[in-house]
């Protein structure tokens, strides 16, 4: 069942990221015009220090914040939520690193897993397609055999050009 909700929030995601790309593109001739359109995608996002953080008993009970959510991002909260060794070490390029002193992807979800199993989670990436888009590429390169070096090669190739500064993540060794 758990392969079943992956595959079907990762196909969700790709498929809308796949359509304002499209969108994007056709709407935007030139390479300059379509790296301020990338750029100007974050005006609306909120940076502040007035995220929503709530605390649940493991990463198998998602906040309530969700509840008004659409059904794929629900989806990608629950694959972050079983993907926080992975997605520790991949950046994320939305801004928050600089914003709101996120170190890695994972923070745009689950602020903090604590070691008696409660996650405190984080509102962020509701707002932020990027931040969607990094965490369920990066959960399915790595379902796809790749490793932790390889993903995050991937996504700092993928975000490098276009996106904001990326956050202050370590490389995984």
């Known amino acids: 069942m758990k392969k079943l909700i992956f595959l ?3 196909s969700l995601l790709v498929l809308s990221a796949c359509s304002d790309e499209k969108k994007a593109v056709e709407s935007n001739q030139d390479s300059n015009q379509n790296s301020e359109q990338k750029e100007a ?3 609306g996002h909120a940076h502040d220090s007035g995220d929503i953080q709530e605390e649940t008993a493991s990463a198998d009970v998602l906040p309530s914040f969700l509840d008004s959510q659409p059904e794929n991002i629900r989806l990608v909260y629950q ?3 079983q993907a926080t060794e992975i997605l520790e070490w991949i950046p994320c390029y939305c801004g928050c690193g600089e ?3 996120h170190k890695s992807n994972l923070n745009c979800f689950i602020q903090e897993k604590r070691k008696d199993g409660v996650i405190v989670w984080d509102d962020h990436g509701t707002r ?8 369920v ?3 399915k390169m790595h379902k796809d055999g790749m490793s932790l ?3 995050r090669q991937a996504i700092d190739d993928t975000y490098k050009e276009g996106y904001a500064k ?3 993540t370590e490389m995984p060794a």
């Open 8 to 10: 079907f929030a990762m």
């Open 41 to 43: 995608s974050h005006e």
């Open 79 to 81: 694959v972050a939520g």
């Open 99 to 101: 914003s709101v002193g």
């Open 128 to 135: 932020c397609l990027v931040c969607l888009e990094i965490a």
């Open 137 to 139: 590429q990066s959960a």
């Open 149 to 151: 070096k390889e993903i």
């Open 166 to 168: 990326p956050t202050p």
